[in-house]
């Protein structure tokens, strides 16, 4: 039986969030190409040209985190699915049992209220994330997940959230 997540009446709008990202990633590439050839409006010097180049590359990685963090999730068998409502035909499989452990952690929104998540981990990295202030279901996708659980008991601070958001820091799962 899949288990479908349900976004909570706050993250819709979150779910446009890729989209913007993925535009801004788009247009700055564009403005980019103009300042190589200095065709219409954009003649630029070289360093502009390597910061809209760089904006271009930061904009899509933002893009796809934040695909990874506001998608609809489907959990069946062992087989996650993940995919933006607005663009159905975009489905990524992922393979559950790639995954070593799950890990139950508290961390802190962007309000500072403590929030539950779920982190899929891979070799002590976090490869894959889910929150409580998204989904209402995150209990319900935590139990269809069959992988051996851990738990983080005291709230992750925002700064070493991002060291283990970006593989920095290792989760202990011994």
């Given at each position: 039986?899949?288990?479908?997540?349900?976004?909570?009446?706050?993250?819709?709008?979150?779910?446009?969030?890729?989209?913007?990202?993925?535009?801004?990633?788009?247009?700055?590439?564009?403005?980019?190409?103009?300042?190589?050839?200095?065709?219409g409006?954009?003649?630029?010097?070289?360093?502009?040209?390597?910061?809209?180049?760089?904006?271009?590359?930061?904009?899509?990685?933002?893009?796809?985190?934040?695909?990874?963090?506001?998608?609809?999730?489907?959990?069946?068998?062992?087989?996650?699915?993940?995919?933006?409502?607005?663009?159905?035909?975009?489905v990524?499989?992922?393979?559950?049992?790639?995954?070593?452990?799950?890990?139950?952690?508290?961390?802190?929104?962007?309000?500072?209220?403590?929030?539950?998540?779920?982190?899929?981990?891979?070799?002590?990295?976090?490869?894959?994330?889910?929150?409580?202030?998204?989904?209402?279901?995150?209990?319900?996708?935590?139990?269809?997940?069959?992988?051996?659980?851990y738990?983080?008991?005291?709230?992750?601070?925002?700064?070493?959230?991002?060291?283990?958001?970006?593989?920095?820091?290792?989760?202990?799962?011994?």
């Amino acid at each position: 039986m899949a288990v479908v997540s349900k976004y909570k009446k706050s993250a819709y709008f979150a779910t446009v969030v890729p989209v913007l990202m993925a535009f801004s990633c788009f247009a700055s590439f564009y403005i980019f190409t103009g300042s190589l050839i200095g065709d219409g409006f954009v003649r630029t010097s070289f360093w502009l040209s390597f910061m809209l180049l760089f904006l271009s590359v930061m904009f899509g990685w933002f893009a796809v985190q934040a695909f990874k963090l506001y998608s609809r999730k489907v959990i069946d068998d062992n087989e996650l699915r993940y995919y933006i409502p607005y663009f159905p035909l975009l489905v990524f499989y992922r393979d559950i049992d790639t995954y070593d452990a799950k890990c139950r952690v508290r961390s802190f929104n962007k309000y500072g209220e403590i929030i539950d998540g779920i982190w899929l981990i891979r070799n002590g990295k976090v490869m894959y994330e889910m929150y409580s202030d998204t989904f209402s279901n995150l209990h319900e996708l935590s139990k269809a997940i069959e992988l051996p659980q851990y738990v983080i008991k005291k709230p992750v601070p925002p700064f070493t959230l991002a060291a283990y958001q970006l593989g920095l820091k290792r989760v202990n799962t011994d």
